[in-house]
Structure formats: structure tokens, C-alpha cells
């Protein structure tokens, strides 16, 4: 009877916890793509095959706007994870998206994935993320690359996270 309890807690602490904050480097590419398709519950998804030279790749786009876009890259001929790339299009002149459109979104996405991956790192990238100049970090496990580029209707800011 005490098994019935433990398990039905047990596999919600599994499903709430983060498993790579726990893990060294990325898990499967496979695994990562279910992890995070069930974490942030992805309205329009799509997987582009593999080409020569590159692997699988997954792509979420979500917001209202549709100005995020959450990327999955696969190693060639492997079901390992290459990088991680979080993009937002943050649009500064309201052509219809609206100024700074899902920004709300974005925080809680790139606050997710930092927790997920490189969480000492979460002051910094935070920080950087919201800057406007490009800036390079590093981990143990991971090299974290962010690049700002401005544009005239939007800035493009991209946040990727690649195991060393």
C-alpha cells in the first residue's frame, strides 16, 4: 500500500525536476526533444530531416506573435544533441506584432532553458540577453553563445548552447 503513494510522487517529482540540471552535458537528441516538447508545450512544431552534413533538426515556434523559435540541432548520423538555440525576434517598431512582442514568453522560455543546462550562468546570460552586443560564456559541460543583431524593424536575439 506505501508503494502506491511513493510512485505517483515519485514520478511527479521526476516529470517537475529538471533532468540535466542533474546530468553532464546534453541527454540523447531524442530525449531532449520529448523532454522539451513536453515542458513547453510547443502550438506549432515542425522536424526537418537530415541533409548531407547536418542532422535532424527541431524547430518550435510559438508567442502570439510567433517571434520565438526554439531549436533542436542533431550531430550527423547520431541521436546526439549538437546545440540548443532559443531566437527571438523582438520586434522595436509596431508593423502589427506589436512592440517587444511575447516578451513575456521569451523570459520564461530563456529563464527555462538556462535553468535546464547552465543555471550558474543565469545572472550573466540574463543580462547579456538583453543587452545589445554579442558575448561568449562557457561552463564545465557547455560553451553558451549569444548574438544580438539590429535591425531596422526588429532585433534578433539568439541565445545557443552547444556541449564542449
Not at 505517483?8 to 537528441?29: D, T, V
Not at 513536453?38 to 522536424?47: A, G, R
Not at 542532422?55 to 518550435?60: A, N, P
Amino acid at each position: 500500500m506505501r508503494m502506491r503513494g511513493f510512485i505517483p510522487l515519485f514520478l511527479s517529482i521526476l516529470l517537475i525536476a529538471p533532468i540535466n540540471s542533474f546530468a553532464q552535458g546534453f541527454q540523447l537528441y531524442s530525449q531532449e526533444v520529448s523532454y522539451l516538447k513536453m515542458m513547453l508545450d510547443c502550438p506549432k512544431e515542425k522536424v526537418l530531416s537530415p541533409m548531407k552534413g547536418f542532422g535532424e533538426l527541431y524547430i518550435c515556434t510559438f508567442g502570439k506573435s510567433n517571434s520565438i523559435k526554439l531549436f533542436i540541432s542533431e550531430k550527423p548520423d547520431s541521436d546526439r544533441v549538437l546545440n540548443i538555440g532559443l531566437l527571438w525576434n523582438d520586434w522595436k517598431n509596431n508593423i502589427g506584432y506589436e512592440i517587444h512582442s511575447d516578451l513575456k514568453e521569451v523570459k520564461d522560455t530563456l529563464n527555462f532553458i538556462v535553468d535546464m543546462y547552465v543555471p550558474a550562468k543565469r545572472e550573466e546570460i540574463n543580462q547579456a540577453f538583453w543587452d545589445s552586443k554579442s558575448v561568449d560564456f562557457s561552463t564545465s559541460e557547455f560553451f553558451i553563445y549569444y548574438t544580438h543583431k539590429a535591425g531596422l524593424q526588429k532585433d534578433e536575439r539568439l541565445i545557443v548552447i552547444e556541449e564542449k
